[in-house]
């Protein structure tokens, strides 16, 4: 319908028509604009957010965007069964059960747990209690102590091997293993030893002013001597005792040993042999006080051997 323009006022007295003409202006102003609009509204409908006919009857007839009545009763049917199978097996927000329903724990499954104090419990269905946990704290706070403890003692002794080997044959390291330190030792020189007795095996000289001479041997030595200390004595036939003292021999020297007036026992150098050793032990002539005749006698008593 087209909009038509009223008629406006027209008197002998402008003023009068100026007043009633322009709300009539203004009404017809807005006709025209809403006619445009209305036209703007049938042309475009969407581009300004209003649905068509068209649409709207497609939208009404979509039975996927709506709840239609089977719908309705297939949920309705399907609250009534979630209700029934709550009232019939879900249980209360309080409620017990017996302990006999509920299952255990184990390494394998959930379930519940008994609370054990114990720190050495083997068991592996319980829990173990704040106190046994804080108790097992402790231990092992303890233990690390002593084991700290013991580490910094066995360094210290550590080091102190190895300062103690290295101050007699050297080859020893404080960065080394135990078992190396043990092949150090195991592995170092060792000077082997012996030691025995002949028994005062004894020579005596013939007659007076005469020197004597006897060999004594030792065998059977897990190793060969090269130096040998010998305890010997020079006295005359009926005892009297000019000399006791030690002889030491070498492979290379021998020994002497003075006594009264220039009486002596001389020990020429260590003669070898394998698993010991034999020396000769001489006793010079009794130099004795005026009118004497005293005869010489050498005796042999402990001896000691070094590889």
């Not at 017990?96 to 419990?121: E, K, W, Y």
């Not at 020994?255 to 032990?281: K, M």
Request: glycine share 8%.
């Amino acid at each position: 319908m087209a909009i038509k323009q009223p008629r406006r006022f027209v008197t002998t007295d402008q003023g009068h028509a100026d007043v009633f003409n322009q709300p009539i202006d203004t009404l017809y102003e807005n006709d025209q604009a809403l006619a445009a609009q209305l036209e703007s509204i049938k042309t475009d409908p969407a581009g300004n957010d209003i649905a068509s006919k068209a649409a709207l009857d497609k939208h009404a007839a979509d039975t996927n965007l709506h709840v239609t009545a089977a719908k309705q009763a297939t949920w309705n049917a399907a609250e009534g069964n979630a209700k029934k199978y709550t009232e019939q097996y879900a249980a209360p927000k309080a409620h017990t059960h017996p302990a006999s329903d509920l299952p255990s724990a184990s390494t394998q499954a959930r379930g519940i747990v008994q609370i054990n104090t114990s720190v050495s419990s083997t068991s592996t269905d319980q829990a173990a209690a704040p106190i046994a946990v804080k108790t097992a704290y402790d231990r092992a706070n303890e233990a690390y102590s002593r084991a700290d403890q013991a580490f910094t003692q066995a360094v210290d002794l550590k080091n102190k091997i190895v300062g103690a080997i290295n101050g007699k044959f050297g080859g020893a390291g404080s960065d080394m293993s135990s078992d190396q330190i043990a092949a150090v030792i195991t592995n170092a020189p060792v000077k082997r030893f012996a030691s025995g007795t002949f028994n005062g095996q004894s020579a005596q000289a013939s007659s007076w002013g005469q020197s004597i001479s006897m060999v004594v041997s030792v065998g059977g030595l897990s190793f060969t001597p090269s130096v040998v200390f010998i305890r010997v004595r020079l006295t005359e036939s009926d005892g009297f005792r000019h000399i006791d003292s030690f002889a030491r021999l070498s492979t290379a020297t021998g020994d002497t040993i003075y006594g009264w007036r220039g009486n002596s026992v001389w020990a020429p150098p260590l003669r070898q042999q394998a698993g010991g050793f034999n020396a000769t032990i001489e006793g010079s002539k009794i130099d004795a006080y005026a009118g004497g005749s005293p005869i010489s006698k050498v005796w042999a008593y402990e001896w000691w051997a070094f590889e």
